[in-house]
């Protein structure tokens, strides 16, 4: 409907894109008494943070591209009473590895005993065991101090460091490349990669990075929930943010599907904003206005200076299997090994190769990714029949693969891409993944994968980055304002995962531009 249709054609905020982020600012701001509009292009809210129905006539729910949470603050959960729950997975990880010939691998989970057995069967001791426990012992002390800042005024880099009160915790994750540290902690190549994969999710850099950006990456990986645990979300990434739209429009905010923001006209107290939709363009008012868009987009609206491109590196594969397949290292039952983190050719070598490769402009030769089986925590995703015949999805994140690789030919260098990292995952299973793919309606088999131009195209995403540009860390630095969302134009807010402490399904974004908002207003 158009957005003026019985209501205001002035309103107190105007949120431009129905993202989580965006979302949560309508939340807060409704529930504060504020009038309030979205405006979102696509027909529905939600942005990358979906469940659809992506094979014809199968009745799987999936997360089609964000798809597990660790950043999303629980406060705001309760401070907007959602009806929302994640499930914590039993295992975090495994990875499979072929030693003297023999399939073996990790698997981090189920327990300290079994882990511990776990790294003296890979490794031959204790050491490596020891040594994980004393890391990851360090980096969650520094994720209980940091998480709960995210939801605060942006600290200093002095207050932050402060708070963490680790000095060598502060050395390793702020101030050294993150690689340096994982070479001096740990001996064994696998459990190095294991490791070092939380530092390149989405993020296309060596371990060695001068510019540190794979330690921001690693940073926002390990603090989430204080805990640095990434759990399943119950029904889908898609309940998360239909619990949100339920929050907005139940506190009075409109929620404007099929509304293209074009322009934003603003003189720092009133603004203007002009939006595009299937009968023609209309025009409404805002005191304030938050954007949650990537900073390029709001370059756009604004007519601003955009920043330097932004660039993805991820391949996302969605796939419904008939059964989980057999794995060829018998010791570990697939149902423990799918339901963490199944780390493949993430070995740390193996990982700096591909990284050389893809910086060359190659394909690497051997593709890191890692997969996951969302309905082995949560079947609920699954239609009854599927579950009753022992169907699972399956997730996969693909590393490494820059926008740039796709440009000659998206859709070529996506079957290319995706023919050889699963022939990665079939060398550590006992039987092909292609024989236990589903089949949809049409007979074809259920698997998808989307590169980053893919992205670009569907949401936005800058270059198909999944955090709009490069993680930020989370202190003030020059320009950064009070809460991190602010731009150069007093009532124009950005609070999409372009904002300082965005990136990721967190919704602090959206609950940062909404505190400033409401701040300002004194309320």
């Known amino acids: 409907m158009p957005a003026h249709e019985g209501h205001h054609r002035s309103y107190d905020a105007v949120i431009v894109g129905g993202g989580h982020n965006g979302l949560v600012a309508a939340a807060y701001l409704a529930r504060a008494g504020r009038s309030v509009l979205v405006l979102e292009r696509l027909g529905n809210t939600g942005g990358a943070a979906v469940s659809t129905r992506p094979f014809a006539g199968v009745d799987a729910r999936l997360s089609r591209y964000s798809y ?4 999303l603050p629980r406060k705001i959960v309760r401070d907007l009473g959602l009806d929302f729950r994640v499930r914590t997975r039993n295992v975090s990880s495994y990875t499979p590895v072929e030693r003297d010939g023999r399939p073996t691998g990790l698997l981090v989970g189920g327990g300290e005993r079994r882990t511990r057995e776990a790294f003296a069967r890979l490794t031959g001791g204790e050491r490596e065991y020891q040594a994980w426990q004393r890391f990851y012992d360090m980096t969650g002390r520094v994720a209980q101090r940091i998480f709960p800042t995210l939801t605060e005024p942006l600290p200093t880099r002095d207050e ?24 001096e902690r740990f001996a064994d190549d696998l459990v190095r990669g294991v490791v070092l994969t939380d530092a390149l ?7 060695h990075d001068p510019s540190l950006k794979q330690n921001r990456c690693f940073l926002y990986h390990v603090i989430g929930g204080g805990t640095g645990a990434w759990d399943v979300p119950v029904g889908g990434m898609g309940a998360l943010t239909d619990a949100l739209a339920a929050a907005a429009r139940d506190a009075g905010a409109v929620l404007a599907t099929g509304h293209e923001a074009v322009r934003i006209d603003t003189d720092g107290s009133a603004a ?4 595009r939709t299937a009968d023609g363009e209309g025009a409404v008012a805002a005191r304030h206005v938050l954007v949650n868009a990537s900073p390029q987009q709001l370059a756009v ?4 200076q955009p920043p330097s491109p932004a660039e993805g590196a991820q391949l996302k594969v969605n796939m419904l299997l008939k059964r989980l397949p057999r794995l060829r290292d018998s010791e570990v039952d697939p149902r423990e090994a799918f339901s963490g983190t199944f780390h493949i050719a993430e070995g740390y070598q193996q990982l700096a190769t591909a990284h050389a490769q893809a910086a060359a402009g190659r394909l690497p030769t051997a593709p890191p990714s890692e997969i996951y089986c969302h309905s082995l925590t949560d079947p609920t995703i699954l239609g009854p029949d599927l579950v009753e015949q022992g169907y699972q999805t399956l997730t996969l994140f693909g590393l490494h693969t820059p926008a740039r690789l796709f ?21 550590h299973l006992a039987e092909p993944l292609a024989d236990c793919l589903a089949t949809d309606a049409d007979g074809r088999p259920c698997i998808e994968a989307k590169t980053p131009l893919d992205l670009e195209r569907d949401l936005r995403l800058p270059g ?36 300082v402490r965005g990136g990721g399904v967190s919704g602090v974004p959206g609950h940062n531009a909404a505190m400033a ?3 300002e207003l004194g309320d």
């Open 517 to 519: 908002v409401l701040e």
């Open 68 to 71: 597990l949470v660790s950043l």
């Open 201 to 207: 999710i989405g993020t296309f850099a060596d371990a």
């Open 407 to 427: 440009d000659r030919d998206n859709d070529a260098v996506c079957e290319e891409l995706l023919k050889s990292t699963l022939a990665q995952l079939d060398a």
């Open 272 to 275: 203007e904003i002009t939006y």
């Open 301 to 304: 609206l604004t007519g601003d």
């Open 160 to 183: 932050l460091r402060l708070r963490v009160d680790d000095a060598e915790a502060w050395r390793v994750l702020f101030e050294e490349p993150i690689g340096a540290a994982v070479e």
């Open 464 to 499: 198909g980055n999944i955090f709009h540009r490069e993680l930020s860390w989370p202190y003030a630095q020059e320009g950064t304002g009070r809460w991190g969302v602010e731009t150069r134009h007093a009532n124009v807010l950005l609070c999409g995962a372009g904002a």
